[in-house]
Protein backbone atom coordinates (compact mmCIF):
# COMPACT_ATOMS: atom_id res chain seq x y z
CA UNK A 1 0.00 0.00 0.00
CA UNK A 2 1.60 3.13 -1.01
CA UNK A 3 0.98 6.06 1.86
CA UNK A 4 2.30 9.58 1.69
CA UNK A 5 1.80 11.12 5.46
CA UNK A 6 2.13 14.57 6.13
CA UNK A 7 2.77 16.66 9.11
CA UNK A 8 4.28 20.01 10.78
CA UNK A 9 1.27 22.16 9.84
CA UNK A 10 -0.05 24.06 12.52
CA UNK A 11 -0.98 27.74 13.50
CA UNK A 12 1.43 30.78 13.40
CA UNK A 13 1.49 34.32 12.98
CA UNK A 14 2.24 35.87 9.80
CA UNK A 15 5.90 36.62 8.87
CA UNK A 16 6.87 33.20 11.03
CA UNK A 17 7.91 30.22 9.50
CA UNK A 18 6.99 26.35 9.20
CA UNK A 19 8.45 23.21 8.29
CA UNK A 20 5.86 20.01 6.76
CA UNK A 21 6.98 16.32 6.04
CA UNK A 22 5.93 13.97 3.83
CA UNK A 23 6.92 10.73 4.24
CA UNK A 24 6.54 7.57 1.94
CA UNK A 25 6.10 4.40 1.89
CA UNK A 26 4.43 1.51 -0.24
CA UNK A 27 6.96 3.07 -3.10
CA UNK A 28 10.45 3.47 -4.68
CA UNK A 29 10.70 7.17 -3.52
CA UNK A 30 13.70 7.48 -5.74
CA UNK A 31 11.75 6.79 -8.38
CA UNK A 32 9.40 9.72 -8.26
CA UNK A 33 9.24 13.66 -8.81
CA UNK A 34 7.45 15.43 -5.80
CA UNK A 35 5.41 17.82 -5.70
CA UNK A 36 3.60 20.07 -2.86
CA UNK A 37 0.38 21.54 -3.20
CA UNK A 38 -2.56 23.47 -1.23
CA UNK A 39 -5.92 23.93 -1.47
CA UNK A 40 -8.36 27.14 0.18
CA UNK A 41 -12.03 26.76 1.11
CA UNK A 42 -14.08 27.46 -2.14
CA UNK A 43 -10.48 27.02 -3.82
CA UNK A 44 -9.14 24.23 -6.37
CA UNK A 45 -6.16 22.49 -5.41
CA UNK A 46 -3.20 24.64 -6.86
CA UNK A 47 0.73 23.57 -7.23
CA UNK A 48 3.31 25.44 -5.05
CA UNK A 49 6.14 23.99 -5.78
CA UNK A 50 7.77 20.22 -7.23
CA UNK A 51 11.22 18.61 -7.24
CA UNK A 52 12.89 16.18 -9.46
CA UNK A 53 13.85 12.72 -8.78
CA UNK A 54 17.33 13.45 -7.45
CA UNK A 55 16.52 16.36 -6.31
CA UNK A 56 18.49 18.59 -8.73
CA UNK A 57 15.76 20.40 -10.02
CA UNK A 58 12.91 22.30 -8.68
CA UNK A 59 10.24 24.07 -9.23
CA UNK A 60 7.74 27.25 -7.61
CA UNK A 61 4.80 29.16 -8.54
CA UNK A 62 6.18 32.59 -8.34
CA UNK A 63 3.24 33.20 -5.26
CA UNK A 64 5.74 31.20 -3.17
CA UNK A 65 9.12 31.47 -4.86
CA UNK A 66 12.02 33.07 -2.27
CA UNK A 67 9.59 32.38 0.83
CA UNK A 68 9.18 28.51 0.33
CA UNK A 69 12.02 25.97 -0.45
CA UNK A 70 11.12 22.39 -1.17
CA UNK A 71 13.51 19.59 -0.47
CA UNK A 72 13.99 15.73 -0.27
CA UNK A 73 15.69 13.15 1.23
CA UNK A 74 15.92 9.90 -0.52
CA UNK A 75 17.29 7.59 2.02
CA UNK A 76 14.43 8.72 4.65
CA UNK A 77 11.86 8.82 1.59
CA UNK A 78 11.01 11.74 2.82
CA UNK A 79 9.93 15.37 1.33
CA UNK A 80 9.66 18.55 2.99
CA UNK A 81 8.47 22.16 2.23
CA UNK A 82 9.55 24.61 4.58
CA UNK A 83 7.76 27.83 4.38
CA UNK A 84 9.41 31.09 5.68
CA UNK A 85 7.58 34.64 5.66
CA UNK A 86 4.34 33.43 5.85
CA UNK A 87 0.91 35.58 4.47
CA UNK A 88 -2.35 35.03 6.10
CA UNK A 89 -3.16 33.93 2.30
CA UNK A 90 -0.97 30.76 2.84
CA UNK A 91 -4.21 29.15 5.29
CA UNK A 92 -4.79 26.16 2.96
CA UNK A 93 -4.63 22.49 3.68
CA UNK A 94 -0.96 21.32 2.17
CA UNK A 95 -0.80 18.32 0.62
CA UNK A 96 1.52 16.10 -0.78
CA UNK A 97 2.08 14.27 -4.43
CA UNK A 98 3.92 11.44 -5.56
CA UNK A 99 3.84 11.47 -9.81
CA UNK A 100 6.29 10.11 -12.28
CA UNK A 101 6.70 13.04 -14.61
CA UNK A 102 9.32 15.88 -14.10
CA UNK A 103 7.06 18.19 -13.37
CA UNK A 104 4.70 17.16 -10.86
CA UNK A 105 0.02 18.59 -11.75
CA UNK A 106 -2.88 17.76 -10.67
CA UNK A 107 -3.26 15.35 -13.59
CA UNK A 108 0.31 13.77 -13.47
CA UNK A 109 -0.08 12.73 -9.70
CA UNK A 110 -0.20 9.04 -9.29
CA UNK A 111 -0.28 9.80 -4.91
CA UNK A 112 -1.60 12.02 -2.47
CA UNK A 113 -1.52 12.44 0.81
CA UNK A 114 -4.17 13.06 3.44
CA UNK A 115 -2.99 16.66 3.62
CA UNK A 116 -2.07 19.12 7.01
CA UNK A 117 -3.58 22.56 7.97
CA UNK A 118 -1.72 25.49 7.93
CA UNK A 119 -3.18 28.06 8.97
CA UNK A 120 -1.52 32.06 9.31
CA UNK A 121 -2.77 34.70 11.21
CA UNK A 122 -3.06 38.57 10.89
Known amino acids: QVQLVESGGGLVQAGGSLRLSCAAS????????MGWFRQAPGKEREILAS????????YYVRSVKGRFTISRDNDKNTVYLQMNSLKPEDTAVYYC???????????????WGQGTQVTVSS
Open 26 to 33: GLTFSMYS
Open 97 to 111: AAGRTVVISRATSDY
Open 51 to 58: ISRSGGST
